[in-house]
């Protein structure tokens, strides 16, 4: 499931503009905007209006709302500049890792889209422009799991790891959800097999990262959940090439068998690279025919 939100300040300029942009580009996918310190109900700003219609887009329905806790579940959330950013992270510290700037997602953190506010409809459509440029690249970037979440779990012999990726993926503007466990405390890898893969059946979240000892436990786990297809690599061809020929929607690693340097390039080469299609369709579709 697609669900974005875009979040400026007032809600009149920015933030509305980036979601009509977007919704055009993706009409399956639930986008919203919302401001920091909106005056409720003001309409969009009258040059926004102007340079959205040059686009064929309609902002006239458009009403300014505040940010709550509600519209942020679920939602990766794109903020204008890295100061929304952190102050959407230091609100509403439960979206942790589902929260960047827009330039951070797409891969260049140091961008801002600064306020148009009051400037003429010409630094709107250079405001505009930067948007889309900037969920372009955005797209490049995230490939297959654009506009999506990826989900990690592990067990206690995988948490050390499985922060490490966490924190490095979120670095790299991956937005991604822990779903356990949180500590080196003893536990069974199948119940974060269980929340992970359940997680992408529902398509709650676009694919999924699995850690234990060996990776061997939570791939037989996970394989278990109906629509996962959970890939075994502890490396990264492996791991592209179970997107490439298997379309895996999880990747499962061993803690006891590789470091973070190789796991962050594996994640990065799986979360990346999309399904070939073609000849290996027919195959994917005789693994979905097992499930019964
Ligand atoms: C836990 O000691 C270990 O068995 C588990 O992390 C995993 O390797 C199972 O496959």
Not at 93 to 121: C, H, M
Not at 273 to 281: A, E, N, S
Request: hydrophobic share 40%; glycine share 12%.
């Amino acid at each position: 499931m697609k669900r974005v939100l875009f979040v400026c300040s007032g809600n009149t300029c920015r933030s509305p503009l980036a979601a009509a942009i977007l919704q055009a580009e993706e009409p399956g996918a639930e986008v919203y905007s919302a401001g920091l310190a909106a005056y409720e109900g003001s309409p969009a700003a009258e040059a926004a209006k102007v340079v959205a219609r040059e686009r064929g887009l309609e902002l006239s329905d458009h009403r300014a709302q505040n940010l709550r806790a509600e519209l942020l579940q679920g939602a990766i959330c794109l903020t204008m500049t890295r100061a929304h950013q952190d102050e959407v992270r230091r609100r509403f510290p439960e979206a942790e890792g589902r929260v960047f700037s827009l330039g951070a997602y797409a891969g260049e953190p140091g961008e801002d889209i600064e306020d148009p506010v009051g400037q003429g409809a010409g630094r709107y459509r250079e405001t505009a422009d930067r948007i889309t440029t900037l969920l372009r690249r955005a797209k490049e970037r995230h490939g297959w799991l654009y506009l999506q979440l990826v989900g990690l779990g592990s067990d206690h012999a995988g948490f050390p790891l499985k922060r490490e990726l966490l924190a490095a993926l979120r670095q790299e503007g991956v937005p991604a959800r822990d779903y356990g466990t949180d500590s080196t405390a003893s536990c069974d890898y199948p119940d974060f097999a269980q929340a992970v893969g359940n997680a992408v059946a529902t398509t709650e979240i676009g694919a999924g990262i699995l850690i234990c000892g060996t990776g061997i436990g939570m791939s037989i786990s996970a394989n278990k959940v109906q629509g996962v297809r959970a890939a075994l690599v502890q490396e990264g061809l492996g791991a592209e090439l179970a997107r490439r020929h298997n379309d895996a929607n999880v990747l499962c690693l061993g803690a006891r068998l590789i470091g973070p340097e190789l796991a962050k390039e594996a994640a990065l080469r799986f979360l990346r690279q999309p399904f070939d299609g073609g000849r290996h369709t027919a195959r994917v579709d005789k693994i979905r025919a097992l499930e019964g």
